[in-house]
């Protein structure tokens, strides 16, 4: 093989393509299969099972940073566009909370891969509540921290879903898998 030639395929094969599109896939794919369930309470079903952060929590504690990171960056917009959600005005703050949580999940889980995703989440969902209610001038408001709260209680299962992700990357690593 001519060095060119091998440059090329190293390069190809170290940006994961093929990971990435089944995470992106993944990331678009779950939120609109869980929409599809009967869900009769008031709060939409991807607030509570969280199901756009399950592809990029696999692909921050399994693959290179740049999967998960693809997908956060594209996902929440091609969602909106192909599915109608999120909603538009929730586009870029779900943006920044699966960017955040993808790269402080990826980063926490070289340490501690358990509550990597745990951190992650809580972290980005910091980070959104800072920038977002900052820039409108409430962030120092009770109603904006207790909802902040509320929105954490609301996504306990999603939360508890992102930690038996993380048991079972875990029990995957163990078992002699890349």
Known sequence: MSPGKKLAAISLSTMQFDKITWVLSATCFLP????????????????????????PCLAALLYRPHVGIFAALIAPSLNS????????????????????????????????MMIAPLIGFLTAKLVGQILFRGASGSLFSLESWTLWVKHLGLSFPGILMLFVISIFCIRWKENGNP
């Open 32 to 55: 609109f299969l869980f929409h599809l369930i009967p869900w009769h309470f008031p709060v939409p079903i991807g607030a509570v099972w969280l199901p756009m952060f399950y592809a």
């Open 81 to 112: 566009v192909l599915f109608g959600r999120p909603e538009n005005q929730m586009v870029l703050s779900l943006t920044v909370d699966l960017l955040v949580f993808t790269m402080l999940t990826w980063e926490i889980s070289k340490r501690f």
